[in-house]
T-cell receptor, first 106, second 114 residues
Framework: KNEVEQSPQNLTAQEGEFITINCSYSVGISALHWLQQHPGGGIVSLFMLSSGKKKHGRLIATINIQEKHSSLHITASHPRDSAVYICAVFYGNMRFGAGTRLTVKP | SAVISQKPSRDICQRGTSLTIQCQVDSQVTMMFWYRQQPGQSLTLIATANQGSEATYESGFVIDKFPISRPNLTFSTLTVSNMSPEDSSIYLC???????????FGEGSWLTVV
């Protein structure tokens, strides 16, 4: 069993839809990141969470430490949100989920 | 924040040859890592690059195939040796804060082995 489970693997949405990507992990962690990877390959950290909830523009990330679960929400999705979203957890080393490939159609 | 410059960004390599990827960080960092991302897959840790000593390799990766150097706190190289088509991947350099609260990636090196 992978230490970091992400769902769904692939997601296609129409522009304007509300999107949720989920991440579950099996170990105690000190930090969780939501990463975004565009087709060019570059990866950036959208959020770092150790507890609670963070919001940046149309993006919202939540984490439940007790349940070992995090979600990334995108409100009013746009084609430029199309990317691979990766959940990463840190406990000594960074461990990665398999990623969610999001396609937002106009 | 940290800015990471990685090169080459892309290369096409002949089977059996070796290629060295360079990673330069604009500030001194303790934790530096090399990852491989095969087509359609997520990131797999190859090794932790340790300053002034041998890298720490993950299961399935060996020094003879992926020698790593880290002469100081801002620079590291990864060599992919005796390449085969199975080595065609994106290779990424990354740095993290000691508690994992920050993470930065290089732009990645896209290697195609023919």
């Amino acid at each position: 069993k992978n230490e970091v489970e992400q769902s769904p693997q692939n997601l296609t949405a129409q522009e304007g839809e509300f999107i949720t990507i989920n991440c579950s992990y099996s170990v105690g962690i000190s930090a969780l990141h939501w990463l975004q990877q565009h087709p060019g390959g570059g990866i950036v950290s959208l959020f770092m969470l150790s507890s609670g909830k963070k919001k940046h523009g149309r993006l919202i990330a939540t984490i439940n430490i007790q349940e070992k679960h995090s979600s990334l929400h995108i409100t009013a999705s746009h084609p430029r949100d199309s990317a691979v979203y990766i959940c990463a957890v840190f406990y000594g080393n960074m461990r990665f989920g398999a990623g969610t490939r999001l396609t937002v159609k106009p | 924040s940290a800015v990471i410059s990685q090169k080459p960004s892309r290369d096409i390599c002949q089977r059996g040859t070796s290629l060295t990827i360079q990673c330069q960080v604009d500030s001194q960092v303790t934790m530096m890592f090399w990852y491989r991302q095969q087509p359609g897959q997520s990131l797999t840790l190859i090794a932790t690059a340790n300053q002034g000593s041998e890298a720490t390799y993950e299961s399935g990766f060996v020094i003879d195939k992926f020698p790593i150097s880290r002469p100081n706190l801002t620079f590291s190289t990864l060599t992919v040796s005796n390449m085969s088509p199975e080595d065609s991947s994106i290779y990424l350099c990354s740095v993290t804060g000691l508690s994992g609260n920050t993470i930065y990636f290089g732009e990645g090196s896209w290697l195609t082995v023919v």
